[in-house]
């Protein structure tokens, strides 16, 4: 069973910054792809910033220039730095990874950690 457990979350001013992380953990062969999706109520689910097992990126244009997103593939857990955090940040953060998992890719989600950004 392989499972992603997110921490850093909270409640914070318009500007200030969060560190969210996420570790993966349980029996898998490799992780590719990682990285976080936010939900606010009433909207879809959007991909925030993503980053692959060489380090390529990948982010929102709305977060670019703010967002930093890194891993360590030793401990097989992502970070992702939140600069200057906006009012529209705050959402249901997931953190996702695809996982190759008894002879396949498979895609596991967090349970989600709750961003807050108070003007």
């Known amino acids: 069973q392989v499972r992603l457990v997110e921490s850093g979350g909270g409640l914070v001013q318009a500007g200030e910054s969060l560190r969210l992380s996420c570790a993966a953990s349980?029996?898998?062969?490799?992780?590719?792809?990682m990285g976080w999706f936010r939900q606010a109520p009433g909207s879809q689910r959007e991909l925030v910033a993503s980053?692959?097992?060489?380090?390529?990126?990948n982010y929102a244009d709305s977060v670019k220039g703010r967002f930093t997103i890194s891993r360590d593939n030793a401990n097989n857990t992502v970070h992702m730095q939140m600069n200057n955090l906006k009012p529209e940040d705050t959402s249901l953060y997931y953190c996702?990874?695809?996982?190759?998992?008894?002879?396949?890719?498979?895609?596991?989600w967090g349970q989600g950690t709750q961003v807050t950004v108070s003007s």
């Open positions: 996702h990874a695809d996982v190759y998992v008894s002879a396949s890719w498979r895609v596991y």
């Open positions: 349980g029996s898998f062969v490799s992780l590719s792809r």
């Open positions: 980053i692959f097992q060489d380090g390529i990126t």
